[in-house]
T-cell receptor, first 114, second 115 residues
Framework: AQKVTQAQTEISVVEKEDVTLDCVYE???????LFWYKQPPSGELVFLIR??????QNEISGRYSWNFQKSTSSFNFTITASQVVDSAVYFC???????????FGKGTHLIIQP | DAGITQSPRHKVTETGTPVTLRCHQT?????MYWYRQDPGHGLRLIHY???????DKGEVSDGYSVSRSKTEDFLLTLESATSSQTSVYFC??????????????FGPGTRLTVL
């Protein structure tokens, strides 16, 4: 069985601080895919990033960066110089190869205070 | 943005009544999914489809059925709605594995309240 754990239920920081959202996953598959989604207060789910199990290269996209470490089964997400618009619920998700659906963590509610 | 619509967007119904939610896509993607989102649970997979008339169960399929008679439409039916099915329902689509990273893209959601 697959499992995704987002231990941080809620994080509150002041604008311009850096913040890291943790994601730990469990799977017995050797091929799998990891995702991060953002859910702003408006409710839609916005895709942020996808990572394959065989590609541990970290990625940076503007103020966002992701650290994938197979040795610790973690796929952490860092926002640098946070902004109020980053306030949202962030979900980490896992999928095995094939047509299976996503296994989601319970989400981290990020609050950026001005 | 992926062309996904869900209807209705909001619905209030009574216990015991049948309810059908519709997901419509314009991307011609092969795979479609239904999830429900509840506080404290994140999103959980209900059913998914890997082609016309091809469906399979997810983690929380009890009390739900699905149908897919056309590539573009995926219907979720609650045969006899219960209060425990009050939730926000999301549809998602993805291309075949290996194409564009087979990322799942989500519709806007349907908020269902069962009284």
């Amino acid at each position: 069985a697959q499992k995704v754990t987002q231990a941080q239920t809620e994080i509150s920081v002041v604008e311009k601080e850096d913040v890291t959202l943790d994601c730990v996953y469990e799977t017995r598959d050797t091929t799998y895919y990891l995702f991060w989604y953002k859910q702003p207060p408006s409710g839609e789910l916005v895709f942020l990033i996808r990572r394959n199990s065989f590609d541990e290269q970290n990625e940076i996209s503007g103020r966002y960066s992701w650290n994938f470490q197979k040795s610790t089964s973690s796929f952490n997400f860092t926002i640098t110089a946070s902004q109020v618009v980053d306030s949202a619920v962030y979900f980490c998700a896992l999928r095995r190869g094939g047509a299976d659906g996503l296994t989601f963590g319970k989400g981290t509610h990020l609050i950026i205070q001005p | 943005d992926a062309g996904i619509t869900q209807s209705p967007r909001h619905k209030v119904t009574e216990t015991g009544t049948p309810v059908t939610l519709r997901c419509h896509q314009t991307e011609n993607h092969r795979y479609m999914y239904w999830y429900r989102q509840d506080p404290g649970h994140g999103l959980r997979l209900i059913h998914y489809s890997y082609g016309v008339k091809d469906t399979d169960k997810g983690e929380v399929s009890d009390g739900y059925s699905v149908s897919r008679s056309k590539t573009e439409d995926f219907l979720l039916t609650l045969e006899s709605a219960t209060s425990s099915q009050t939730s926000v329902y999301f549809c998602a689509i993805s291309p075949s594995p290996g194409q564009r990273g087979d990322t799942q893209y989500f519709g806007p959601g349907t908020r269902l309240t069962v009284l």
